[in-house]
């Protein structure tokens, strides 16, 4: 690992390697976001790099700071997917070889970004369940064949990297931020900025936004070192590491940002606000950032910026957030419910327990279990989520019986 010191003058030579590399991503006004904390909320559109992620900036630097040696040994790199294509781009520019793990998880549209960035200089590897397993088989391959690793966030190479968005930001408006919103994985992009701005501009506040199911560097806050998830929600794919890392945990310790775990449901609201009103396609940690306004509150009037982190969804995926969304703001809901086996059941209880604006989305009978009655799992769309305890008590008036499907259940992994 480099020596190199994690300081703002780290981040100011990262800046000056990725000069005419990087895109300088733009700043946009939210009116949206802004409406609903009362603050100046602007985007840092980092969605918009080559590879549609910042994952570029610590790739690049690290990378293009091998020797001749190094650079002949190639490279190897652990990703969720967005790092991947950072390297993979890197590795093109600059004529190297290197061969990239990805966890099964990563979604398809990244694996082909990984291999067309890449122009033939990349290989990909398709190993384990999670970030973690890539990043095992990684060093092994490492060890094997010489080459050099180029972490996805715990070196201070890609960290300093990272942190060039916080000096992007700053030279944009011409003064620091009164808040910074950075997504957190492994934490790579908040310490570069924390490094940065913690000397340069010690005013401005940074603010972390963890997904709730793989809050790795919270969980290693509160123990006094990183520790691993004994489980890890892999949904927000780009941020969901069973361990935050040793370099970027020193970092945080140091500089004591604010942090608040995200409701994965809440970062789907996000991502289909982001989408159907500005236009931005994000991915789940793209949209982590954004998802965290509401959890805290800036001060009236205050300027905050908040890192839209990456782009890199795959359109497949877009039913599942869209019924995570709908559980999360409580408008959708399942039930097991027994039906009467007489003629009109549905109909009666379509008419007097339903409201006018709810619908049924989901039905399927389970099984028959006897002549009288006939289980079905429903699933209904509210058109308000406050008129959910209406309809509880309408179904305990009707002659049905039925059971919620509570969302922690492990049966309703199999719907979500």
């Not at 190199?4 to 005419?20: F, M």
């Not at 006004?29 to 549609?52: H, I, M, Y």
């Not at 290989?123 to 092994?140: C, F, H, K, Q």
């Not at 900025?193 to 005013?203: N, Q």
Request: aromatic letters at 6%.
């Amino acid at each position: 690992m480099s020596r190199v010191t994690i300081d703002a003058r780290a981040v100011e030579q990262a800046a000056e390697r990725l000069a005419g590399v990087v895109t300088r991503t733009p700043l946009q006004f939210n009116e949206r976001l802004s409406a609903a904390t009362g603050a100046s909320v602007w985007l840092k559109r980092e969605d918009l790099q080559p590879v549609r992620s910042y994952k570029i900036r610590g790739a690049y630097n690290l990378i293009s700071q091998l020797d001749e040696q190094q650079r002949a040994a190639g490279v190897v790199c652990a990703s969720a997917g967005n790092h991947g294509q950072g390297v993979a781009y890197a590795c093109a520019r600059l004529g190297i070889r290197g061969r990239i793990f990805v966890p099964a998880t990563t979604p398809r549209q990244k694996r082909q970004r990984i291999l067309a960035l890449g122009e033939g200089l990349v290989e990909l590897a398709v190993t384990g369940d999670t970030y973690d397993d890539a990043a095992e088989a990684a060093l092994r391959e490492a060890g094997r064949t010489g080459a050099t690793v180029v972490p996805a966030f715990d070196d201070v190479r890609t960290i300093a990297g990272q942190g060039t968005v916080a000096l992007e930001i700053v030279e944009q408006f011409g003064s620091a931020p009164d808040v910074l919103v950075a997504p957190v994985g492994g934490g790579g992009m908040i310490s570069g900025c924390l490094a940065y701005l913690g000397e340069r501009h010690p005013g401005t506040k940074v603010v972390g936004a963890e997904p709730s199911g793989a809050a790795s560097m919270i969980s290693a806050v509160a123990a006094g070192g990183p520790v691993e998830l004994a489980s890890l929600d892999t949904f927000v794919d780009g941020a969901a590491v069973r361990r935050a890392g040793d370099v970027t945990y020193r970092v945080v310790e140091r500089w004591r940002p604010a942090l608040y775990p995200v409701p994965e449901g809440r970062i789907c609201s996000e991502m289909l606000a982001l989408y159907q009103i500005e236009g931005i396609v994000t991915e789940p940690a793209g949209a982590l950032a954004a998802a965290s306004l509401g959890l805290f509150q800036p001060e009236p009037g205050q300027t905050v910026v908040v890192i839209v982190s990456g782009g890199n969804n795959d359109v497949s995926r877009y039913a599942e957030i869209l019924e995570r969304s709908l559980v999360y703001e409580g408008r959708k809901h399942y039930f097991l419910v027994n039906f009467p086996q007489e003629p009109g059941a549905l109909r009666r209880f379509l008419d007097e327990v339903l409201g006018p604006d709810d619908d049924i989305t989901h039905f399927e009978y389970v099984k028959r279990s006897n002549r009288e009655t006939g289980p079905a799992l429903v699933g209904i769309e509210l058109g308000d989520p406050a008129s959910f305890g209406d309809l509880l008590m309408k179904m305990d008036a009707s002659p049905i019986t039925f059971e919620v499907v509570a969302s922690d259940s492990p049966f309703y992994r199999f719907l979500v």
